[in-house]
């Protein structure tokens, strides 16, 4: 279960989420929806300690995680897919998704375990495996990230405008996937923020409007 | 035909000055471009580190000759104290004044770093004095070589000739082999190229940070201490230094390790022949080398283009 409870955050001194509380229960698929500068990246980067809270707290599974540094929330078991994708474009994909399973210093055959897992929700990215990151499309950069987020996620995964910028071929690939992820991953917690409701309604099972830095439940 | 006959061997000698000259340079800009890739600041103390580099190994040298240490001494005395240097003052630098500058404006990073710069100068005239340094034991143990040139033979020292290309040449595999292929070095590899995704990976950046400094310091020292035994030591060193590295780092393009390489040896070779050939020249040609590259390829010789977004 990930919390987020009246969080107020600042970017350069201007107001950007003023108390934001939502909670996305364990098995939970929750879209996050707003407009362009509603507050939806700013939510995750919040959730991954990349921004510092003003006001408010972070809770995982009932635990304060509030001051755990950014490096420290993979640990914790959360993965993040930024919206920008932000693969390393001079690694393989491969070592693109090992990456931060490697710095977390999981066992040799753990590893193997989570890329086979990976491998078996996203099975184009055993094909894209060997190739450099900087070398592929837009939308397969995004089924990347999503791979990578999945590699330390065992409890939350935040997956920022996931389908922002893709080919309708790939939306429809990216959506099944993330379809097979409910039946996989029971246990985990997803959010997934979007402009716009549709894509997601048949995805997730609560959608939270965002706008100016408030949410409500729609 | 003629000229080559009467000049041949001052361009023999300028190739083989160049090529020493550029491998002290190489490891310098080297260790700049590193510390750029993860802080994003210019360091201009980084010339300072050459300096001190090189006055520690110097002074150090000489105390331990004055001993009666062997000669060949000399050589591991010039490792031990740019190791020293680099774990001493990197850690010193990067904790309690870089790592506070990160997130502040070039222009302040720029000022911060040109007054410890001005600050270690004057440290290093206290600490080592104003009087030009000359330890030239391992240069003089190691040597002479004649080097075949054409039907003639250009005596050059051996450690010059071996030992600073040689551990140049070394320092470039090592860390080519260590940024590709090990964890940390795609650690540091991860945030240069992007600090916030790395972090969310569960990189300690802050701690890869420190890290690549104090390497880059030391490989800074390192540049000083072996290219002591080749000059004498004086004042402003590190100041000639860091200005020579800047150029070398903005002609090679950030965050490449061979292209650095490359662009030492052009530039190592291009103020070497300068030297011989037109010594009134020999300050300007690294940077009208540098403005040459800049103007066709702004990014740098190997430097890549922003990779494209979607």
């Known amino acids: ?218 | 035909m003629s000229w080559f006959a009467e000049n041949g061997l001052l361009v023999g000698l300028a190739l083989l000055d160049g090529l020493s000259y550029a491998a002290a340079v190489f490891m310098v800009a080297v260790g700049l471009n590193l510390v750029f890739g993860v802080m994003r600041v210019l360091n201009v103390a980084h010339g300072s580190l050459y300096a001190i580099g090189g006055y520690a190994a110097a002074s150090l040298g000489l105390f331990v000759a004055s001993l009666g240490a062997p000669p060949w001494a000399g050589l591991p005395v010039l490792l031990a104290a740019a190791v020293l240097v680099g774990a001493l003052l990197g850690p010193l630098i990067e904790r309690l004044l870089l790592r506070r500058m990160q997130d502040q404006e070039p222009v302040l990073q720029l000022l911060v770093t040109f007054a410890l710069f001005m600050i270690l100068e004057d440290l290093q005239k206290l600490a080592f004095g104003v009087q030009p340094v000359v330890f030239d034991a391992p240069l003089k143990w190691l040597g002479t070589v004649d080097v075949p040139f054409g039907a003639d033979a250009i005596p050059f020292t051996a450690y010059q000739l071996y030992v600073l290309p040689g551990v140049a040449l070394a320092t470039l595999a090592i860390l080519a082999v260590v940024l590709r292929y090990t964890l940390v070095g795609r650690m540091v590899v991860a945030v240069t190229v992007d600090r916030e995704a790395a972090r969310a990976m569960g990189i300690d950046a802050a701690k890869v940070t420190l890290l690549t400094f104090t390497a880059g310091a030391a490989l800074a020292a390192l540049g000083g201490a072996l290219a002591a035994p080749t000059v004498s030591l004086v004042p402003g060193v590190g100041a000639s230094t860091i200005v020579l590295s800047f150029a070398v780092v903005a002609t090679a393009g950030l965050g490449q390790i061979e292209g650095a390489a490359v662009a030492a040896l052009l530039i190592g070779l291009g103020r070497s022949f300068a030297v011989y050939v037109a010594p009134e020249f020999e300050v300007v040609v690294p940077y009208a080398i540098m403005v040459t590259v800049l103007l066709f390829r702004p990014q740098g010789l190997f430097g890549v283009a922003e990779t494209r977004r979607i």
């Open chain 1, 1 to 218: 279960m990930l919390r987020l409870e009246g969080a107020a955050v600042e970017i350069a001194g201007v107001t950007v989420l003023r108390g934001v509380s939502f909670t996305v229960p364990p098995g939970g698929r929750v879209a996050l929806i707003g407009r362009n500068g509603a507050g939806k990246t700013t939510t995750l980067r919040t959730l991954m300690g990349l921004l510092p809270l003003r006001a408010g707290r972070v809770e995982l599974d009932g635990q304060d995680a509030t001051h755990v540094p950014a490096h420290h929330r993979a640990r914790l078991g959360i993965g993040y897919a930024p919206e920008e994708r932000r693969l390393f474009g001079s690694f393989t994909v491969r070592d693109n998704l090992l990456l931060p399973a490697q710095v977390l210093g999981l066992a040799g055959p753990e590893i193997a375990r989570r890329l086979d897992a990976v491998y078996g929700l996203l099975p184009e990215l055993k094909e894209f495996g060997p190739r450099k990151a900087a070398g592929l499309s837009g939308g397969q950069g995004k089924m990347v990230a999503l791979g990578r987020a999945l590699m330390v996620g065992t409890r939350a995964v935040l997956l920022d405008e996931p389908f922002q910028g893709l080919a309708p071929a790939l939306a429809l690939r990216y959506a099944e996937a993330l379809a097979r992820l409910r039946a996989a991953l029971p246990d985990v917690a997803i959010l997934i923020t979007e402009s716009s409701p549709d894509l997601l309604r048949a995805l997730v099972d609560t959608t939270i409007e965002i706008e100016r830095g408030e949410v409500s439940v729609a």
